[in-house]
């Protein structure tokens, strides 16, 4: 299904969680604006920001890809040679986290996004960035008034 276009018969909360990053600006606010359109709530959730900790913290992610590979089913003997003797996993993960965060939108970003929608004043929004343990989680939160 597209988020940038979803069909109107759907109805429910939308959630795009670890995965607005994926969307350039224009899709984003696409996404924003066809839950606008269809009176549904959204809420966008990121577990990283574009900042040098939580790039650091990335370098870590390969920790728990090695302490977990082992209790992953159903076991596979590919998933433990790219795992450990050719740790190709590790790697991508560390690569991913990183990009990630160097595109993830920031509260300002979020907010711009935001404030070039249509009929925006027909929801309450809220865009906040939170301490959650060593890292931090940066949330919009988009509802109906009314």
Known sequence: MDARDVPSNLKG???QFLSLHH???KDASLILQNAVDSKSTIAVVEGQERSLP???AMLFSPISVLLTTPF???FKIGRIIFTYL???VPLFVVWDGIVSSLRTYSVKEMEALVSNLQDKDTFDWEIKRLKSGPGVVLY???TPKG
Request: hydrophobic share 55%.
């Open 54 to 56: 939580s790039m650091l």
């Open 23 to 25: 969307f350039r600006p």
């Open 13 to 15: 909360l939308r959630i």
């Open 86 to 88: 050719i740790p190709i």
């Open 72 to 74: 992953i089913r159903p």
């Open 140 to 142: 919009l939160l988009g």
